[in-house]
Nanobody, 128 residues
Framework: EVQLVESGGGLVQPGGSLTLSCAAAGFSSPFTTYIMSWVRQATGKELEWVSSINGGGGVANYADSVKGRFTISRDNAKNTLYLQLNGLKTEDTAMYYC???????????????????WGQGTQVTVSS
């Protein structure tokens, strides 16, 4: 059974930084064969894809809302996915989830079913 466990969320002031981690286990194939994503959901709002990274870690994509501020990475030796959040804004406040699967097509961008496996999420709150 695939298990994804996020950590690293917290309360941070605007302009601050956080590093989120996602420990992965239980894959039937090597972790390197999985495209991974970060997805977020603010209270009362739709799901928002944030970023994806290919299995080797050399190709990453970002939503326009976070481009230039967030960096996705992975350590395949540790089966761990990361998201570095810099220049945080109040609108970044959300529950952040790691998930298997890549960038969704526009028509499925808010459909949770696009990503087969999810973690339980870690809360990021940006407030002064």
């Amino acid at each position: 059974e695939v298990q994804l466990v996020e950590s690293g969320g917290g309360l941070v002031q605007p302009g601050g930084s956080l590093t989120l981690s996602c420990a992965a286990a239980g894959f039937s194939s090597p972790f390197t064969t999985y495209i991974m994503s970060w997805v977020r959901q603010a209270t009362g709002k739709e799901l928002e894809w944030v970023s994806s990274i290919n299995g080797g870690g050399g190709v990453a994509n970002y939503a326009d809302s976070v481009k230039g501020r967030f960096t996705i990475s992975r350590d395949n030796a540790k089966n761990t996915l990361y998201l570095q959040l810099n220049g945080l804004k109040t609108e970044d406040t959300a529950m952040y989830y790691c998930a298997t699967g890549g960038r969704p097509p526009a028509a499925l961008a808010t459909n949770r079913a696009w990503w087969p496996h999810w973690g339980q999420g870690t809360q990021v709150t940006v407030s002064s």
